[in-house]
């Protein structure tokens, strides 16, 4: 069971060497982001991989299930223990030379009532998928020998032009109608390709292009099904997440406001409808400016 969660949840299907090891091509069906989203960034704790909005110079929203599980790489906070993750918001990290990628570092908290697998089937596949990352010099510490541009504290208004995405007002989400445009952006899987190993048929198909911002617009799938109100469903046939978009924002159509976070998808190659947890509920509000408050950050 676990395995199985762990290959549907959109945090990474290849662990770090995966990523940064092919070709630049994220969000599938979709197009380079360019500067259009400078408050997107890519997260990874030295194993596993995210996307994240930047809601302002102290405060990063992200997914629980991105680096709930893993220990990270690099390190933990001296003061609070929590792990440290890294960012980055260059559109074209792949494309990037190590030397010349600069880092922002910060500390790594999720909502402690986060759980996968708690319920069996899609309404109990996971609950409370939300988290942030705090970027304050309390604590945090580059570990020695990392290559490129590192640093702890509040990221510097001039790398996202001062733009920041938005939390919603509550409920905004049971407002919307069918097929309400949402904007997706992240850095996870693009595409994918034929050559998964030695084949008995058609060969497996495996994770191609990523760790580049890509942008794609999809639309609501507005229900009251079991897990609504929890999670938002996405169309993905026009633009869809994928492995390694973990995290990162579903936008509400041509605005910088988080209706939600990507949270997992149906299948492997990540074809079907994807699944995001709300962010404009009174309890994952609730929890996130509490956090904030709590660990030093400000919105």
Request: proline letters at 6%.
């Amino acid at each position: 069971m676990r395995s199985r969660i762990v290959l549907m949840l959109i945090v990474g299907l290849a662990l770090l060497a995966g990523l940064f090891g092919g070709s630049a091509g994220a969000v599938t069906n979709g197009q380079f982001d360019g500067p259009n989203h400078p408050y997107v960034a890519y997260a990874d704790n030295g194993v596993f991989a995210c996307s994240g909005t930047l809601l302002s110079p102290t405060v990063l929203l992200t997914a629980a299930h991105c680096f709930s599980d893993s220990t990270s790489a690099l390190g933990n906070n001296t003061v609070t223990g929590a792990p440290i993750v890294r960012t980055s918001f260059d559109p074209n990290l792949i494309n990037t030379a190590p030397a010349d990628r600069v880092w922002h570092y910060g500390s790594y908290y999720f909502d402690p009532d986060f759980e996968i697998g708690a319920g069996g089937g899609l309404p109990g596949f996971d609950t409370h998928d939300v988290a942030i990352v705090i970027f304050t010099a309390s604590g945090c510490a580059v570990p020695p020998g990392r290559s490129g541009i590192n640093s702890c504290g509040p990221i510097p208004t001039a790398v996202t032009s001062g733009e920041y995405g938005a939390l919603p007002d509550e409920n905004l989400v049971d407002t919307l109608a069918q097929n309400t445009p949402v904007d997706i952006v992240g850095y996870g899987v693009q595409d994918f390709v034929n050559g998964g190993g030695p084949c008995g048929g058609p060969c497996k198909k495996s994770p191609g292009d990523s760790a580049t911002r890509f942008y794609a617009q999809t639309s609501l799938v507005a229900s009251n099904n079991s897990i609504s109100d929890e999670f938002i469903k996405l169309h993905s046939n026009k633009g869809g997440t994928c492995f390694g978009d973990s995290g990162g924002p579903n936008l509400l159509g041509g605005t910088n406001v988080v209706l939600a976070v990507n949270s997992f998808v149906a299948n492997s190659i990540c074809s079907g409808n994807t699944y995001s947890y709300r962010v404009d509920t009174a309890q994952a509000l609730d929890w996130i400016t509490a956090e904030i408050a709590a660990q030093g950050g400000g919105l």
